[in-house]
C-alpha cells in the first residue's frame, strides 16, 4: 500500500511539474522576446532601387531602443555612433559566391548640456532637434540614399541584399569602451536582415 501511495505521489508532482515547467518555458519565451524588443535595433523594412549599372538606393527604417545606461550617456553629452553596412551578394552556383557592392554609413546622435539641445549629424551635415525622440526619429530614417556599386550590376541578375545596423562602440571614449566589453548596457545590435534584390 505504501507502495502504491509512492507511486501515486510522484506521478502527481511530475504532472504537476511538468505543467508548471512548460508555464515557466512559455513565460521565459515571452519575456525574452519583450526583452529583445524594449532594447536594441529593429530594422523595420528595407528596400534597395536599382539606379544604374554602378548605383543603387537604399531605403529603410528602424527602431533604436536605448538602454538606460546609453540614455544617461548622452545626456551627459556622450556622442553615440551608429554604423550602418549593406552588402549586396551575387549567388553563384558554380564557383564562391561574389560580393559585389559594400556600403558603410556613419551616423552620429549628440546632446549640448548648454544648449540643451540634441544633434543628429552624418560627416560634416546635421540637423538640431529639442527632444532625444525627434533626434532619433530622423537617425532611424534612411531614404533613397545613393550607394555605389565597386562592380557592375547586372539587369536581370539575383542579388541578396544584408543590412545590419549597430552602435559602434569603438567611437565612445575609452573608459566607456572597457564598460562596453563587459556590460550589456552598452551592446546595440540588429539582427541581420536579408532578402533578394533583382534590377
Known amino acids: 500500500m505504501d507502495n502504491c501511495c509512492q507511486t501515486i505521489f510522484m506521478m502527481a508532482f511530475s504532472m504537476l511539474f511538468s505543467r508548471n515547467f512548460r ?26 532601387q536599382w539606379i544604374d549599372s554602378a548605383n543603387v538606393s537604399l531605403t529603410t527604417n528602424f527602431m533604436i531602443n536605448l538602454t538606460s545606461a546609453l540614455k544617461e550617456a548622452v545626456e551627459r553629452g556622450i556622442p553615440l555612433t551608429f554604423s550602418l553596412d549593406l552588402s549586396l551578394i551575387q549567388p553563384r552556383w ?86 562596453a566589453l563587459y556590460s550589456g548596457d552598452w551592446t546595440l545590435t540588429s539582427p541581420n536582415r536579408e532578402w533578394m534584390f533583382a534590377p
Open 23 to 48: 508555464r515557466f518555458l512559455a513565460f521565459s519565451s515571452l519575456l525574452w522576446v519583450f526583452l529583445a524588443h524594449a532594447e536594441g535595433i529593429d530594422i523595420q523594412n528595407a528596400e534597395v
Open 94 to 179: 558554380y564557383w564562391f559566391n561574389r560580393q559585389v557592392l559594400t556600403w558603410h554609413q556613419e551616423r552620429r546622435l549628440s546632446y549640448n548640456p548648454l544648449t540643451r539641445g540634441y544633434r543628429y549629424s552624418i560627416g560634416g551635415l546635421y540637423l538640431n532637434f529639442s527632444s532625444l525622440d525627434e533626434a532619433l526619429q530622423a537617425l532611424e530614417t534612411v531614404k533613397a540614399v545613393p550607394v555605389h556599386s565597386q562592380m557592375p550590376l547586372g539587369k536581370g541578375e539575383q542579388y541578396q541584399a544584408q543590412l545590419h545596423i549597430e552602435l559602434d562602440t569603438s567611437h565612445l571614449p575609452k573608459p566607456f569602451q572597457l564598460d
